[in-house]
């Protein structure tokens, strides 16, 4: 059995900015910051650190646990409004594809490790006609740090495959060094 594991963002498609003008919304509503992502390089980091990142640079300070859980609850819903918003959401060329290729193969499963929340990875997912590909994943909501959330990847698609897939048979693919 082989695991293969995709990133979402930047690897299977592009949401357009949906993301950033979720976690706008919300700096303004709670904080009344405008523009809160100005400077914000989102590439291969995980929501947790986004909004550690986001409160540093507008807040000069981490946020405290209550603030941590409305921006992750309000996150899940502005996510969910701004994705159809989003004019140029779209899925990188020849995906559909491989994704379907890989699917219909007895030997391989496939999973997602992002750094995404698990809400909004999986939105992605079925607004880019993706998510019935995915068993499995591993997601920022499991873990701020990419090799553990990554890791949850590898060892739920263990659990659905066989606990005895070797190191060799598991392929990460992403768009980042992180990845």
Do not use: C
């Amino acid at each position: 059995m082989k695991l293969f594991i995709f990133d979402i963002d930047g690897t299977l498609l592009l949401t357009g900015g949906a993301g950033r003008v979720a976690f706008e919304i919300i700096f303004e509503e709670l904080f009344q910051i405008k523009g809160a992502w100005k400077k914000i390089i989102p590439d291969g980091k995980t929501d947790p650190l986004i909004i550690e990142e986001l409160a540093q640079k507008n807040l000069s300070r981490s946020l405290t646990k209550d603030e941590y859980q409305i921006v992750y609850d309000k996150y899940d819903i502005y996510f969910e409004q701004e994705l159809p918003r989003s004019e140029n959401f779209r899925v990188m060329p020849g995906v559909p594809e491989l994704l379907s290729e890989l699917h219909q193969r007895e030997d391989v499963l496939l999973g997602i490790a992002t750094g995404n929340f698990e809400k909004a990875a999986r939105l992605k997912l079925k607004q880019g006609g993706m998510d019935h590909f995915f068993d499995f994943g591993g997601f920022g909501s499991d873990s701020s740090k990419r090799e553990e959330l990554t890791h949850a990847a590898v060892e739920r698609g263990r659990a659905l495959g066989s606990e005895d897939v070797q190191e060799q048979d598991i392929y990460v693919v992403g768009d980042t060094i992180h990845d």
